[in-house]
């Protein structure tokens, strides 16, 4: 589990995403900028679709904090899983907890974007026979971890380091042995 706690941790994610980038200037920090905004939409929006909406409609559109509840799982993914890692026992419970619901909330619109792919690539499927609903379950579930993980820490992660590209683009080195 400490690898799982580590992959959701958003901190240790943008740190690492952030040294990534450190010490591109202008057009080299540019043109990644660029890059990783649009990657960074798509993921987020992939996240609000696959993520946080099918959690609202869980929770139920006529209450008034559907909203707040539906990020609560995601939230807690990001946010817990250095302390969880830490073993603070009940950050890891609520890691565990939080992760079956948005599991659980995501799965309908994760199985149904997958058999509406399926469907149009019947002819494709139709070579793994008798496997082929193994497969397509398995891109199910492949899928619901991306939805509930995935795009939400990367489009997180890569609109942050896009940010930082974004000024070190215009931005001058530092002269060497001083950073900025």
């Known amino acids: 589990m400490q690898a799982f706690f580590d992959a959701t941790d958003l901190g240790g994610n943008l740190h690492r995403g952030l040294r990534a980038v450190d010490g591109l200037h202008g057009l080299a920090a ?15 929006r992939l996240a609000w679709y696959f993520d946080i909406l099918p959690t609202m409609a869980w929770v139920d559109a006529e209450y008034p904090y559907n909203l707040l509840i539906a990020m609560l799982p995601t939230a807690i993914e990001l946010g817990a899983g250095r302390i969880a890692a830490a073993s603070v026992a009940m950050a890891k419970w609520l890691i565990y907890a939080a992760t079956t ?4 909330t995501d ?31 398995a891109i199910k579930l492949a899928w619901l971890v991306c939805a509930s993980f995935l795009f939400e820490m990367l489009g997180i992660v890569f609109l942050v380091c896009a940010a930082r590209l974004l000024v070190q683009a215009f931005r001058k080195p530092a002269a060497a042995g001083v950073r900025t």
Request: glycine share 6%; hydrophobic share 70%.
């Open 101 to 104: 619901f948005d599991l659980f």
């Open 30 to 44: 540019l043109i990644p900028s660029a890059c990783l905004g649009l990657l960074s939409f798509v993921f987020l």
């Open 107 to 137: 799965w309908p619109a994760a199985a149904a974007a997958v058999e509406a792919w399926a469907a149009n690539h019947a002819a494709q499927l139709a070579q793994f026979g008798a496997a082929q609903g193994v497969v397509v379950f």
